[in-house]
């Protein structure tokens, strides 16, 4: 059988993308072809993952098989792209699909000259398949090309697709600002044990409230600013924290985080 995909670089966000393509038998492992860098890491895909995909070191005889792929998924890290040396194929369709953090398409392109290429922004909750994905095409994909790509991460999520400007406000937004939340999860579970709660039931607290009040959010469709006038009353706990937290910054402090998130992935771009 030969190799519809290879993915260069097995780790955590590759394995969340490609498990679910399994599970739903959407591709057959034997069509897909892994690198990974280390032994440890080899030798745990080989004892550990549940799928029996051909998986190879980086440095292998067999990795230059990977180029025979008409579709790659690079999951590397962006700093270890300086590591990856593309080698040509006869057809010139062949698809890059990039996950890497900040690095732009005109980047790829001059990386990987002969192949097309699309970026990819993911976060964390694709995990647990409750990811968000933002495509960016390069030049020149058919509509079944688009098509492929997109159904490797609508299994573990939702996909949009942004022209190529709007990818780093998504990566702050979604895959800086999970570490926002749980900072956020950390900062109000701390405020329940300097009330005397135990750590453990304070945290719980904490993320049943969040998740009840997204709910609240998307289900009855009420807006930000009708919910924080429901459950503040005049003169009551609920102002007197609001107040606290205007006092400190804390909206502008978000938003600052979000622009500086921003900036960063445009540096790297
Ligand atoms: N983590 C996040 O929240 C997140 C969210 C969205 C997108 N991303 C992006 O996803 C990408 C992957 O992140 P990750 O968290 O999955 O990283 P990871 O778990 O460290 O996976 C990186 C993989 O690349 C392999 N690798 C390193 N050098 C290689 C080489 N020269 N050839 C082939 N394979 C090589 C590593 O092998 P070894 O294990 O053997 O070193 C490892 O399997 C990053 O570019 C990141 O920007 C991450």
Request: proline share 3%; with cysteine.
């Amino acid at each position: 059988m030969s190799y519809k995909l290879g993915v260069i670089g097995f780790g955590n966000i590759a394995k969340a993308i490609i498990t679910p393509l399994f599970e739903q038998k959407l591709i057959q492992p034997k069509e897909v072809i892994c690198l990974v860098n280390s032994e440890k890491s080899f030798q745990n895909i080989k004892k550990f993952y549940e799928y029996d995909v051909d998986i190879f070191h980086a440095s292998s005889d067999e990795s230059h098989l990977i180029w025979k792929c008409p579709t790659k998924l690079l999951s590397i890290k962006p700093q270890q792209l300086e590591t990856i040396e593309e080698i040509k194929n006869e057809r010139n369709s062949d698809i890059i699909v990039s996950i890497l953090a900040g690095i732009s398409l005109n980047k790829l392109e001059e990386k990987f000259p002969n192949h097309k290429c699309v970026r990819a922004v993911t976060n964390i909750p694709i995990t647990i398949r409750s990811g968000l994905t933002a495509i960016s095409w390069g030049d020149e994909f058919s509509e079944d090309e688009k098509n492929f790509v997109k159904r490797l991460f609508e299994n573990s999520g939702k996909v949009f697709e942004f022209s190529e400007q709007y990818l780093d406000i998504f990566l702050a937004l979604t895959s800086s600002s999970p570490a926002i939340i749980a900072l956020i999860v950390e900062a109000l579970s701390d405020g329940g044990l300097n009330g005397g709660l135990s750590k453990k039931i304070s945290e719980e607290l904490v993320l049943d409230m969040i998740l009840g009040t997204i709910l609240l959010l998307k289900d009855s469709k009420i807006t930000t600013a009708d919910l924080k006038n429901m459950v503040t009353s005049p003169g009551g706990t609920t102002i007197s924290a609001l107040r606290v937290l205007e006092e400190k910054g804390l909206r502008s402090a978000l938003i600052e985080a979000i622009i500086a998130a921003t900036n960063k992935s445009k540096e790297f771009g």
